[in-house]
């Protein structure tokens, strides 16, 4: 497990709901079954906040491919279930593959939550991603011992914003020190003032937060920046950020309300310094 936005990032979108079985026709059927055991019960584990259940089913020696050990994973999860506690966790198997006692496991894993900021605005949190889990057999019991994201969106969209069609763009791999723009696109609602940022920060624990710039949005509802990628050995987040409001005159009096508000993030892989990858974007 692991994404998002870090708080939300990071992490924990299980739920075994279906099962592509290509490439273990040299395997035990109680190989597979214990396989979507541990990941079922992932799921389980999570939807419930049980931490020390949802832990075990990980090896003591994890590290996933953004460098996190249990140890840190573990401080991110607590993070995460402390601040949204109730994320329902979804996953799809697309393929399994055994090497020896090792398995790859590739899963498109979702999450959905709703997220209310006041009696009159709602909020609400999803996010996707493709995903490959490792295992490996370790006396006899399967365990998640890595994975890695190969793709990652998260959304966290209040009031108007949660109907408004808001399009982040932003390439999946890159090389480190390479430029690429992340381009925010979206019509705001009628008779609203937008303003928006564009934003992008290393993954990693604890969290810094971006800086954001917040501009008007262009007439052309198009706003684009420029990044250069980190040569950190560190994969990377865009964050967008949107604001609406309305004005209410009355009485000569000019009065501002806030009617929406909301994040898109997505995760932009950066291959390692002096490794090469032969991956598309």
């Known amino acids: 497990m692991k994404k998002f936005l870090y708080i939300l990032i990071l992490s924990l979108f299980l739920s075994l709901t279906a099962f592509a079985d290509n490439n273990s026709a040299n395997y035990s059927q109680k190989d597979i079954r214990s396989i979507k055991s541990v990941l ?10 049980n931490f020390d259940k949802f832990i075990s ?20 999860v607590k993070d995460l279930w402390s ?19 090792t398995a790859e496991v590739k899963l498109v894993e ?24 490792y295992l490996k057999k370790f006396d006899g ?18 009031g108007e914003a949660i109907n408004t069609d808001i399009k982040l763009s932003a390439p999946h791999v890159v090389d480190p020190n390479y430029e690429y723009t992340a381009t925010l696109e979206f019509t705001p609602p009628k008779d609203t003032f937008a303003i928006a940022s564009i934003a992008k920060d290393k993954v990693e624990y604890p969290q810094k937060q971006a800086k954001e710039v917040f501009r008007k949005m262009p007439e ?19 964050v967008a950020s ?11 009096s000019l009065k501002l309300s806030l009617t929406g508000f909301g994040y898109q993030i997505i995760r932009v892989n950066v291959n390692k310094v002096n490794e090469e990858k032969n991956v598309k974007e």
């Open 220 to 238: 052309d509802n198009i706003l684009e920046r420029l990044f250069i990628a980190n040569s950190d050995n560190a994969n990377e987040y865009v």
């Open 40 to 49: 079922n019960s992932q799921v389980r584990y999570a939807n419930r906040t």
């Open 141 to 158: 019991k399967w365990k998640v011992y890595s994975d890695k994201v190969l793709d990652e969106r998260t959304s966290m969209l209040y």
């Open 57 to 76: 089913t990980y090896d003591k020696d994890y590290l996933n491919a953004d460098g996190f050990d249990l140890d840190t994973y573990s401080k991110l």
């Open 83 to 101: 601040t949204y506690d109730n994320i329902k966790y979804g996953i799809k198997i697309k393929d399994i593959d055994f090497n020896g006692d």
């Open 110 to 133: 979702t999450s959905f939550a709703n997220i209310p900021v006041s009696k009159k605005m709602n909020g609400i949190l999803k996010s996707e991603a493709n995903s490959i889990y």
């Open 242 to 252: 949107v604001g609406f409001t309305k004005a209410d005159i009355k009485d000569l």
